[in-house]
């Protein structure tokens, strides 16, 4: 019997569809569900460490943000201990921590990670500033330099340049040759001088993010252009205002999206915000405008530690609170979260206009 080309295309699909019933019957019940745990809600909110209260926490997150980086210090323990943990965000929703590097010194104040999740940095109080590179993460292996007072900081895609903040000012690193590293002055800090910086850089290294906070509340947020490291250009995003100090930031992987946290200087509120740097041109003397993604909190935090993936679309965000009064039986505790910020539905919109 001689067939229609009609009926030789009917019967090919029909022979593909029972192929395809097949397979779907070969598979097993735990794939469709592990499918379905990587693929969480555009929303979704996740509390990946809380400790109790007078832990401080770092956080930092790597490009992909499938892999992140905290460290937890017992801050009114005598004497101050604590860890760095290494976490597995591959399943958000169910986040797996392993202890990285024993926190020998009890004072890891701050955590950096590259973008490929290859290399971390820790910052002791004590003056120690090591990288680590994660190779083998069971063995982390070493590299210590010099450094002093630093509050911040951050490293680019490949763990070639870092920036950091601190008492003797902004300091951009070339880590390039391990024999030869050289360390360049974005901004500096005097004698006597009580300025306080927060730092972030992009996965290429050509764009930085730097609050300056001094003494007095003024100050605000500076976005360099390093691609020419050698003559970094410097710009005004945002400048405090109307009591509204910038103490935080973090810059997402493409240089695109800011996180910036300020506080208050009279009623001790602290808030985060988030900014679209797409919309900013800095020929335009103009307020940039982003979105309060965390309200008022009424005084209760002191810092936020945060962090961002390539796209600005997840988010590490540490609340950290004042110390609990004497004799408190429920104080709040320290906490990590894991929020997904593809969606910015509900939030407010924030500017500072003066």
């Known amino acids: 019997m001689t067939l229609t080309p009609l009926t030789r295309i009917i ?5 593909l569809l029972a192929a395809g019933t097949a397979c779907s019957a070969d598979e097993t019940p735990g794939e469709s569900t592990r499918t379905a745990t990587v693929r969480p809600p555009k929303d979704f909110r996740v509390t990946i460490l809380s400790e109790p209260a007078g832990t401080a926490h770092s956080v930092a997150m790597s490009s992909d943000g499938k892999r992140a980086v905290t460290s937890s210090v017992q801050e009114d323990a005598d004497p101050p201990h604590g860890s760095v943990s290494l976490w597995d965000l591959t399943d958000p929703l169910q986040p797996r921590a392993s202890e990285l590097i024993p926190d020998r010194g009890g004072t890891a ?20 500033l090591t990288l680590w590179d994660l190779a083998d993460p069971a063995r982390p292996v070493p590299r210590e330099l010099a450094a002093e007072g630093v509050t911040s900081l951050a490293l680019d895609h490949d763990g070639r340049y870092a920036i950091s903040g601190g008492s003797d000012g902004v300091h951009l690193w070339d880590l390039t040759n391990p024999d030869q590293v050289r360390k360049k002055q974005l901004l500096g800090s005097g004698a006597y001088s009580v300025d306080y910086y927060e730092v972030a850089i992009s996965a290429d290294a050509k764009r930085a993010l730097v609050s300056h906070q001094s003494g007095n509340g003024d100050g605000g947020v500076m976005v360099y252009n390093l691609s020419d490291p050698a003559n970094p250009e410097a710009y005004s995003l945002i400048r405090n205002a109307g009591y509204h100090s910038a103490n935080t930031v973090a810059l997402s992987g493409d240089g695109n999206i800011a996180l910036v946290g300020y506080h208050h200087w009279t009623t001790y ?5 988030y900014w679209d740097l797409r919309t900013w041109d800095k020929t335009e003397l103009r307020p940039m405008t982003g979105w309060k993604i965390v309200p008022d909190t009424v005084g209760s935090v002191v810092r936020w530690e945060v962090a961002l993936d390539r796209e600005g679309k997840r988010a590490l965000i540490a609340q950290r609170h004042d110390p609990a009064p004497p004799g408190a039986t429920d104080p709040p505790r320290s906490d990590v979260h894991l929020w997904a910020l593809d969606t910015l539905a509900g939030f407010p919109r924030f500017s500072l206009t003066d």
């Open 11 to 15: 019967c090919l699909a029909a022979v």
């Open 269 to 273: 509120n602290n808030f985060l915000t």
């Open 109 to 128: 104040a701050k955590v950096a990670l590259s973008g490929d999740g290859r290399y971390a940095a820790t910052f002791h109080l004590s003056g120690k």
